[in-house]
């Protein structure tokens, strides 16, 4: 990788993650909607590089949950660390000014969205065996957050519960973040639910034969836009069918960690409020 000329003329952002923070909604139904924005989502920084490199001056976002880690069940505890780490040393590298968001979300919610997105797909690990591909620092929140702040460039993070029960404060935050202006019909594009994860048994045994499908196709030329619509129906088809089938088997921290989680949570709820200055007191959890 090259260093990207210097960039004096126009703004660059990361939306880097997390996983299961409405992050395919902000994708495909809001950020390509934001007015002066060049939006791109790619992990690959020398796309980043070329798209620097051309005299536009529109704000570029770039977007993707993989520069935060990986959902996957055969990680080891603290690759998501380290793939962090590795991340923001790439994207400093090529645009030390960067600015960052992220999305954060309720610690138990979480870790049942990112095991289900693993369960619709196939048949993954037990549950308990899920959580511990997580090694516990991984899933303190504030710590993360200290680790991107610690780069020192601007950092906007943000609640997944926002977007469900206060997404006006969310929009008007994140656009003057970007130095933009609310695009009409936000509110819309963020009422879609566009990458949901079958919570019940049924509903993920039905969902697997289109994602196996979806796999079996993806050395095919050009065959992209069907898997990705395979993959929305095995979606939508199974999240359908949970309000009549049993729940499957969720991810539940123990006692112990659980209070720590909580705590970290509470913790990172009165961050962020600083941060924006916003009262975000709404989404603490009871200790």
């Not at 570029?60 to 793939?83: M, Q």
Request: with cysteine.
């Amino acid at each position: 990788m090259t260093r990207a000329v210097e960039m004096s003329h126009r703004h660059l952002y990361f939306h880097i993650g997390l996983h299961k923070t409405a992050t395919t909604v902000l994708q495909k139904a809001f950020f390509p909607t934001l007015h002066e924005i060049e939006f791109l989502r790619t992990k690959n920084l020398s796309l980043v590089e070329k798209k620097l490199s051309l005299n536009n001056k529109k704000t570029l976002l770039v977007s993707h949950e993989e520069f935060s880690g990986s959902l996957s069940h055969r990680k080891r505890p603290g690759r998501r660390t380290d793939i962090l780490r590795e991340s923001l040393a790439n994207i400093a590298f090529i645009s030390p000014g960067a600015g960052l968001i992220i999305g954060f979300r309720e610690h138990v919610s979480w870790l049942n969205s990112a095991y289900f997105e693993k369960t619709k797909k196939k048949a993954a690990v037990d549950p308990d065996q899920y959580l511990h591909t997580f090694a516990v620092e991984e899933l303190l929140w504030c710590k993360l957050l200290a680790e991107i702040e610690s780069a020192q460039v601007p950092v906007f993070g943000f609640l997944y519960e926002e977007l469900l029960f206060n997404p006006h404060a969310f929009v008007n935050d994140i656009c003057q973040f970007l130095g933009t202006t609310p695009p009409l019909g936000w509110r819309e594009s963020l009422d879609r639910r566009m990458n949901p994860s079958p919570r019940s048994v049924l509903g993920q045994r039905v969902s697997r034969p289109f994602f196996g499908l979806s796999d079996g196709l993806k050395w095919l030329p050009r065959s992209k836009p069907l898997r990705y619509q395979l993959n929305q129906m095995g979606s939508r088809l199974g999240a359908s069918l949970d309000r009549y089938a049993l729940a499957a088997p969720a991810v539940k921290p123990n006692d112990e960690l659980a209070l720590i989680l909580r705590a970290d949570w509470n913790d990172l709820v009165q961050l962020l409020g600083q941060r924006r200055a916003r009262d975000l007191s709404a989404f603490s959890l009871a200790t």
